[in-house]
């Protein structure tokens, strides 16, 4: 048996995501497809518009036949952290091929940029540009256009270069692979059928119709109005309550933890926190990232723990995907949980305190017990 593995967020799933996997199943007609799906939270720290067994039943009624939830640490990171739990997943999986949609759409270009990442002088760069008040983002662009003279901007080909570097980091046989992306990652207009996830999520906020943009079961559970800056109250609860201890979470720094005890008290919501306690070198997505592990209590030492011990969280499978797993088992080194029940190493205590999190503010009782109660949703054959 193969396998071709998607890594995604699907926030929500729409008619895009629809194109890839048919792209794939058409490229891939043999192989079983995996997919590493972030959970609660995404890689931007907003909240899932749809809970993960949501997006899980989803990708399962559209021919997935595998999926793993990507673990928070490694959803919630940035770009290179991101691609390192989805790649560490893919390659213990054994998949063939990792298919992803690029605007540039050039798999040279991509591993070219990706190959320099390894130069010494490269990462030198980088790090005297970050040093002199650059954030790192802009660091990186510029030092690929110094070092090769290639250029890319779009969040999307970033991602596949970190997947490429990660790739070639851990010298694994994954074949990465390119699908033309046919709307722009930042596009907030509606096109008609195809928008992006951040187009129909500002459209959902501004009670647009997204009818000819997503399939009917996403239209069906988006009965929820879920956003991040719902969360400001009980993060600025938190902030006051800890104001000397902030420094022991994840990506807190001293002078950070000074501009946050000096900006919360007058602060309103999330987007003017973030504002006033921005500097040059930082961006609005890092620092978002930074309030959702104040949030979640995210220290630390649960950062460095969880990145050393990766895992594959079990949430959905077809028949096929199922006789993979069995498959491919033997040959995994990492823990494979499929419940609570099964988690003889406690990986998942702090999944259970992200989803509560996640859940109490718009959800009742019947998802805040979910996650313990819930077993991988196995399609039937005859769905």
């Keep these: 048996m193969k396998a071709v593995g998607i890594i995604c967020e699907y926030n929500p799933f729409h ?9 794939v199943k058409k490229q891939f007609p043999n192989h ?20 993960k067994w949501e997006k899980t039943k989803i990708a399962l009624t559209y021919q997935v036949d595998l999926v793993i939830e990507l673990p928070f640490v490694f959803a919630t990171g940035g770009a290179d952290l991101f691609a390192k739990g989805a790649i560490t997943i893919l390659n213990e999986l054994q998949v063939e091929y990792l298919v992803f949609g690029s605007e540039e759409n050039n798999i040279q270009k991509l591993s070219n940029i990706a190959l320099i990442w390894f130069d010494s002088k490269f990462q030198e760069n980088i790090k005297q540009l970050v040093s002199a008040g650059i954030n ?28 490429i570097k990660e790739i070639k980091r851990i010298n694994s046989t994954i074949i990465p ?11 907030t207009h509606l096109n008609d059928p195809i928008s ?8 959902i906020q501004e009670n647009k119709d997204i009818r000819l943009m997503v399939p009917e079961i996403t239209l069906n559970l988006l009965h929820r109005e879920i956003h991040t800056e719902a969360y400001f109250p009980y993060l ?12 022991r979470y994840h990506e807190v720094t001293d002078s950070l933890a000074a501009r946050i005890r000096k900006s919360i008290v007058v602060s309103n919501s999330l987007d003017e926190l973030i504002h006033l306690v921005k500097s040059k070198n930082e961006t609005y997505s890092k620092l978002k990232r930074i309030f959702l592990y104040i949030l979640c209590g995210f220290t630390v030492s649960e ?4 990145q050393e011990h990766p895992f594959i969280r079990i949430l959905g499978f077809s028949e096929q995907g199922q006789c993979y797993l069995k498959f491919v088992k033997k040959e995994i080194s990492i823990p494979i949980i499929s419940n609570y029940s099964n988690d003889s190493q406690h990986l998942l205590d702090l999944d259970l305190r992200i989803h509560r999190i996640y859940c109490f503010i ?3 009782q019947q998802y805040f017990d979910q996650e313990i109660k819930q077993i991988p949703i196995k399609k039937e054959s005859n769905q």
């Design 196 to 203: 992006s996830a951040s187009g129909i999520r500002a459209a």
């Design 236 to 247: 600025k609860y938190k902030i006051l309550s800890e104001m000397n201890t902030l420094i």
């Design 177 to 187: 692979v390119s699908i033309q992306r046919t709307n722009s990652y930042h596009d």
């Design 303 to 306: 950062a460095i723990f969880y």
């Design 362 to 364: 718009w959800l009742n």
């Design 136 to 163: 790192y983002p802009t660091a990186v662009s510029k030092s690929i256009k110094l070092f090769t003279g290639l250029s890319i901007s779009t969040p999307n080909d970033l991602l596949a270069v970190s997947y």
């Design 32 to 51: 079983v497809i995996v997919l590493v799906m972030s959970g609660p939270f995404t890689q931007r720290a907003d909240a899932s518009i749809l809970t």
């Design 15 to 23: 008619n895009g995501h629809i194109y890839h996997i048919e792209q």
